[in-house]
């Protein structure tokens, strides 16, 4: 999920801009590193169970995900950000099938995928799940308001910098259970494929800046604003369900005596 091009430094977009976006983006990734739903990933006194209950609950917005890289993609024209854009959603489309190998490797038994058929559908679509399904919903509402191809770009940036967070917590649970080549998504084939990239990524703390020069105008500069704290708020809110499962998880082990 990284974006495919070199040596682009993010600017001041304008005199009055406080932080750039890349700041921005960069600040925010380090408050949802701090998430309780990414601390518990990383915590290898917790309960490997409890910490990969969350993973069945991640299937709709795994498979949202194709849809909000397909609707991001424009005809180019000529536009070199938007075939950075379009190079990207077309080498992430396939990793879904890396989740749906994994899921069934991993065999998380006492969920709704344990259940009949219809009882997925349920779940997916519960009230309580509806901050994951909003997450991408709302993803694909911003991407159409993005009318120019900068915008896009940085939704793909957010989208970077919120993954690098779920792929590094879930790491050491990977590396705790010895499954680094075991999993796809979850593991070697996944991360490797996040890193084989000229820009520098997320995962190695290497990210290169957006490009924004000439500037943007104001309007858009406003939009970008608020593309950058909707996505964190949304993908904040989520994070929360996930760990909602997580504890659930936790209250059904027995008691110790």
């Given at each position: 999920?990284?974006?495919g091009?070199?040596?682009?430094?993010?600017?001041?977009?304008n005199?009055?801009?406080i932080?750039t976006?890349?700041?921005?983006?960069?600040?925010?990734?380090?408050?949802?590193?701090?998430?309780?739903f990414?601390k518990?990933?990383?915590?290898?006194d917790m309960p490997t169970?409890?910490?990969?209950s969350?993973?069945p609950?991640?299937?709709?917005?795994?498979?949202?995900?194709?849809?909000?890289?397909?609707d991001l993609?424009?005809t180019p024209?000529?536009?070199?950000i938007?075939?950075?854009?379009?190079?990207h959603?077309?080498e992430?489309?396939?990793?879904?099938?890396w989740f749906?190998?994994?899921l069934?490797?991993?065999?998380?038994?006492?969920?709704f995928l344990?259940?009949?058929n219809?009882?997925?559908?349920?779940?997916l679509?519960?009230?309580?799940?509806w901050?994951?399904?909003e997450?991408v919903y709302?993803?694909?509402?911003?991407?159409?308001?993005?009318?120019?191809?900068?915008?896009?770009l940085l939704?793909?940036?957010?989208?970077e910098?919120?993954?690098?967070v779920?792929a590094?917590?879930?790491?050491v649970?990977v590396d705790q259970?010895?499954?680094?080549?075991k999993?796809?998504?979850?593991?070697?084939?996944h991360?490797e494929a996040e890193?084989d990239h000229?820009s520098?990524s997320?995962l190695d703390g290497a990210?290169?800046?957006?490009?924004s020069?000439?500037?943007?105008?104001?309007a858009?500069l406003?939009?970008?604003?608020?593309?950058v704290?909707r996505?964190f708020?949304?993908?904040?809110?989520?994070f929360?369900?996930?760990h909602?499962?997580?504890n659930?998880?936790?209250?059904?082990?027995p008691?110790?005596?």
């Amino acid at each position: 999920m990284a974006v495919g091009y070199r040596n682009l430094k993010d600017q001041l977009l304008n005199p009055h801009t406080i932080m750039t976006l890349f700041e921005k983006v960069k600040q925010k990734r380090v408050q949802l590193w701090d998430h309780d739903f990414a601390k518990m990933m990383r915590d290898t006194d917790m309960p490997t169970e409890a910490r990969l209950s969350c993973i069945p609950h991640m299937t709709f917005f795994i498979m949202g995900f194709k849809d909000i890289l397909f609707d991001l993609q424009r005809t180019p024209n000529g536009d070199s950000i938007q075939r950075m854009v379009n190079e990207h959603c077309e080498e992430d489309n396939g990793h879904w099938q890396w989740f749906l190998n994994d899921l069934e490797r991993l065999q998380i038994h006492g969920n709704f995928l344990d259940q009949g058929n219809w009882q997925i559908f349920a779940e997916l679509w519960s009230d309580t799940n509806w901050p994951i399904r909003e997450t991408v919903y709302d993803a694909i509402h911003l991407g159409r308001l993005a009318y120019t191809s900068r915008l896009r770009l940085l939704m793909l940036e957010v989208i970077e910098a919120i993954f690098s967070v779920y792929a590094e917590s879930i790491r050491v649970l990977v590396d705790q259970l010895g499954w680094w080549e075991k999993l796809e998504f979850f593991g070697r084939v996944h991360y490797e494929a996040e890193n084989d990239h000229s820009s520098g990524s997320w995962l190695d703390g290497a990210k290169n800046g957006l490009e924004s020069s000439p500037g943007m105008k104001p309007a858009e500069l406003d939009l970008a604003r608020e593309i950058v704290d909707r996505m964190f708020h949304n993908f904040t809110l989520m994070f929360d369900r996930w760990h909602e499962t997580q504890n659930l998880y936790m209250e059904r082990l027995p008691k110790s005596a």
